[in-house]
């Protein structure tokens, strides 16, 4: 079983949608939860971080995060063709090593 | 801030040759940097980490031998693959830690080189 496990997609949605993209995981030592953004053939960047449980927002991003049932969640309100990307969800450990999910690609159309 | 360059973007090679990655922080000094390999449609894999003036610690799976890893200064550390084979086709990716850290200890990621073995 892989440490993350992401839905692959694509996931494509108009422009103005709500966006869900969720991910699970099986390692307990996770402390911090990722959202990164990758563009093609380009480097992955953070989007946002939570620690532990509970929900972070930032703009239209919200992050949500439930150690409970080992769930994280991305949630994008009013999406945009821009929004269009892979976005990859990671767990990092306590000796802060990132352990990614294989990442969901989106299309927003406009 | 925080920058992080990778050369060269792309690479195709033939198979037996070897080939040099470089990985460079712009604005900030990294103590530590890590390598990654993603294949396509696949999470990126932690292949290696690298520390300023030590040896690298590597993935279980991962050939050290085959990948070497230079982390000569702290803005600057190369991966260098040995008789490339098709199979080792891919995107590789550095990332960055910041010297001062912070309690996230956040890497940055460079842009990615992708080579090709033909």
């Known amino acids: 079983q892989k440490e993350v496990e992401q839905d692959p997609g694509p996931l494509s949605v108009p422009e103005g949608a709500i966006v869900s993209l969720n991910c699970t995981y099986s390692n307990s030592a996770f402390q911090y939860f990722m959202w990164y953004r990758q563009y093609s053939r380009k480097g992955p960047e953070l989007l946002m971080y939570?620690?532990?449980?509970g929900n972070k927002e930032d703009g239209r991003f919200t992050a949500q995060v439930d150690k409970s049932s080992k769930y994280i969640s991305l949630f994008i309100r009013d999406s945009q063709p821009s929004d269009s990307a892979t976005y990859l969800c990671?767990?990092?450990?306590?000796?802060?090593?990132?352990?990614f999910g294989s990442g969901t690609r989106l299309l927003v159309r406009p | 801030g925080a920058v992080v360059s990778q050369h060269p973007s792309r690479v195709i090679c033939k198979s037996g040759t070897s080939v040099k990655i470089e990985c460079r922080s712009l604005d900030f000094q990294a103590t530590t940097m890590f390598w990654y390999r993603q294949f396509p449609k696949q999470s990126l894999m932690l292949m290696a980490t690298?520390?300023?003036?030590?040896?690298?610690?590597?993935e279980q799976g991962v050939e050290k031998d085959k990948f070497l890893i230079n982390h000569a200064s702290l803005t600057l550390s190369t991966l260098t693959v040995t008789s490339a084979h098709p199979e080792d086709s891919s995107f590789y990716i550095c990332?960055?830690?910041?010297?001062?850290?912070?309690?996230?200890?956040?890497?940055?990621f460079g842009p990615g080189t992708r080579l090709t073995v033909l």
């Open positions: 990671a767990g990092m450990d306590s000796s802060y090593k990132l352990i």
């Open positions: 990332s960055a830690r910041d010297h001062l850290g912070g309690p996230l200890n956040e890497q940055f």
């Open positions: 690298s520390n300023e003036g030590s040896k690298a610690t590597y």
């Open positions: 939570t620690y532990s449980s």
